[in-house]
């Protein structure tokens, strides 16, 4: 993943609350995430098309986090695709 890819949201992937929570469900793959504030923060950024470099800056700015740490996050989702 390079900061020139983009991500984007998946179609059937739905953000709904439970109380507090923020829940990421794929119904039809039955898979669902439960949000931290972080993860919150990603989804709303793919809501529109943002790339990688975007949302690593969007992060650093607003969460007290490193690019090196986001960079080997974003090595790490590469290799789990």
């Known amino acids: ?6 991500i984007l949201r998946r179609g059937e992937a739905r953000l709904t609350a439970n109380g ?3 829940i990421l469900e794929h119904p039809a793959e039955q898979i669902f995430f439960r949000l931290n504030p972080t993860g ?7 809501a529109r098309f943002v ?12 969460f007290e986090v490193s690019r090196a740490e986001i960079d080997w996050c974003g090595i790490y989702w590469q290799k789990s695709d």
């Open 20 to 22: 507090p929570d923020q």
């Open 51 to 62: 790339s990688f470099g975007e949302l690593c800056d969007q992060l650093v700015a607003e």
């Open 40 to 46: 919150q923060q990603i989804w709303a950024l793919l």
């Open 1 to 6: 993943m390079t900061d020139d890819s983009v």
